[in-house]
DNA sequence: GTCCATATTGCAATCGATTGCATAATGTCA
DNA sequence: TGACATTATGCAATCGATTGCAATATGGAC
């Protein structure tokens, strides 16, 4: 930095009063116990001085930051984009910086992320990065840092949440096959040491349940679009009867369809296929993926705004805030052949 | 934050020496005043006690904060995402931490978000937000704050930049259409009062000139896919004879395509299309787009490694980084009708 | 043991904003 | 004018880390 800025202390030798007086006056909280006249000249003064208060300096004072850290395990991912949106837009409404961090996977990465964030003093964190049963969790809760969680879940109930009904959404993606006819139905599952990945593979299991039948399901090693392809190679050389697919995200989705084209099988004539997220774009690809659309920008506004409440005093009491998802019917899925 | 956490204070007093000993101890740099037992005594203390350095405290003192504010005009266009990756990724191993705001357009509200990243002290700016004769970039140089433009670039020499080369971009586009015989060719250009607009235009007229040929230009109001789609609608309501469309970035080649459907033509058969950037999924659309390849990910990580370098005492010297871009041809271009 | 050079450590101040409490100033009323 | 209550302002300390300089300790040579 290193670049002269101009103190309270300059204002205050420029108006003939304390220190502590210019400070009073430019805090609106403050501002009635300074007289009018003075508080006038020193507003002035602060002005044509261009003052921009240090809030390094008052932040340690206060035991404070003003800044939150947000990880997000792969900021490549068009799924977050959205969600980076909805949490950056709430927390500068709020008052608070958001420092962003592309975190990974692994828990030791991400915990050497967070002690540089500890030593930055952030006042608090929004994880998008958490396994089932999260090391990083545990180390924040260790230290008192305020956490929210957004897109993923705990299995245990530690820390407050954001997420999707990803029950209901798994519902929704196979009762829609079904009305078309389909009955072997496949999962692409995503990585099952991740809420997303273990809530969808059972809501799935379930939903097909429902329906008195049995899906069959394949684990993707990762959240990525060559994770879900190599998961389909895998799926259809195991299987021959599947007619549907259901995967866990929308970058498994364009995997399989990756998948699908290598085995020369057409989308959705041979094999029909249901995504989950509705990221950008997923109307223009082809074929335009039918998905279960989440409201990824109001999930991370939600997330801000429970954290920026429980740093306001609020109740510190654990909640999970559970979005109801849609499904979108695009060209990804048709008539089952058996019922053609 | 008010977390009780351990200072260098109770190190000192939980091994008997003074603090500034505790301080020299810790710091690789100031170690060897130490001396060894004193210093490993130390060492473990701090480990013991978790001892996690207040950032705030200590760059309130060395006049810095270790924190780099990042602008982007809109943090949902998937361009943006690697180019972020980039820059969070160097940034992080320098030892800075990004904030992140999604700026907008407007030079008010960039101008009310700098202001408060001047407040965090920020030791520098990377800016993905200018137009061609930046309000923000001068209120920045007023204040001796370090900028580097990333993605867009000013008319003037006032500060450093990462740019691509968009004249050879154009060039890549037009010439590749003219071996597919196309002659009518027409622009979809991003605004004008961006570098990125106004360069390609130029780019596209000086590509077109080049083989005896004048092209048809019709600006788009914003680099959004609507704004895209309306300026396509407006241009071939213009044109008759227009086969083959260059558009300044992918989101406005999507709004083109938008538009073709809309009027039942059909990309390529009746109108090819060539993008810009080869932003995320842009080989999945259909048709799959030609479009000419920025490296965005590493646009992201020269920046972030120029201003690190300005940070450390390196030159000052205003310097222009011009990356090469390459053509991506995939299925969005295809022989002129007139030819085949 | 003495002297000198070097290494080690502590002291006090700094960075800039905030605030509890004491002091000073002001206004009202008799 | 004096007494009292209220308002306004200044003082001194705090937050936690860093560092120039002075003081102290240590080691080696004679």
Redesign the interface.
């Given at each position: 930095?290193?670049?002269?800025t101009t103190t309270i202390k300059q204002i205050a030798d420029a108006t003939g009063v304390h220190p502590s007086t210019v400070s009073r006056a430019l805090d609106p909280k403050k501002r009635h116990l300074v007289a009018d006249d003075v508080a006038k000249r020193i507003v002035a003064q602060a002005a044509a001085l261009?003052y921009?208060?240090?809030?390094?300096?008052a932040?340690?004072r206060l035991?404070?930051?003003?800044?939150i850290g947000v990880l997000l395990p792969d900021?490549?991912?068009?799924v977050?984009?959205?969600i980076?949106?909805g949490i950056?837009?709430v927390l500068?409404a709020e008052g608070y910086?958001?420092?962003?961090?592309?975190a990974g996977n692994a828990s030791s990465q991400q915990i050497a992320?967070v002690?540089?964030?500890?030593?930055?003093?952030?006042?608090g964190l929004i994880l998008a990065t958490v396994s089932q049963d999260d090391e990083l969790v545990g180390f924040c809760i260790q230290?008192?840092?305020p956490v929210i969680l957004v897109n993923r879940s705990e299995a245990r109930d530690r820390v407050s949440s954001v997420v999707s009904d990803d029950d209901m959404g798994m519902r929704l993606a196979v009762d829609h096959l079904i009305g078309l006819g389909h009955r072997h139905i496949a999962h692409v599952a995503g990585p099952l040491s991740t809420s997303t990945g273990a809530l969808r593979r059972d809501g799935f299991e379930r939903a097909m349940s429902h329906h008195g039948l049995r899906g069959v399901v394949r684990e993707a090693i990762g959240y990525t679009r060559e994770a879900g392809e190599q998961a389909a190679i895998h799926l259809l050389a195991a299987t021959r009867d599947v007619t549907a697919i259901v995967a866990a995200n929308d970058l498994l989705a364009?995997g399989v369809?990756d998948a699908l084209k290598q085995r020369g099988l057409r989308c959705p004539e041979d094999i029909s296929l249901v995504g989950h997220n509705d990221m950008?774009?997923m109307d223009?690809?082809?074929?335009?993926l039918t998905t279960v659309r989440i409201a990824h920008?109001e999930m991370g506004r939600i997330a801000a705004r429970m954290l920026a409440e429980q740093l306001k005093g609020g109740s510190p009491e654990i909640r999970h805030v559970i979005l109801r998802p849609e499904l979108v019917v695009r060209g990804s899925t048709g008539n089952s052949m058996f019922w053609r």
């Open positions: 930095m290193n670049r002269p261009d921009q208060p240090n809030r390094l300096a932040n340690l035991g404070r930051s003003d800044l900021i490549a991912n068009p977050f984009a959205p980076l949106g950056t837009e500068s910086a958001p420092i962003v961090a592309d992320f002690e540089r964030l500890l030593s930055q003093r952030v006042d230290r008192g840092l364009l369809l950008p774009l223009v690809v082809s074929p335009p920008r």
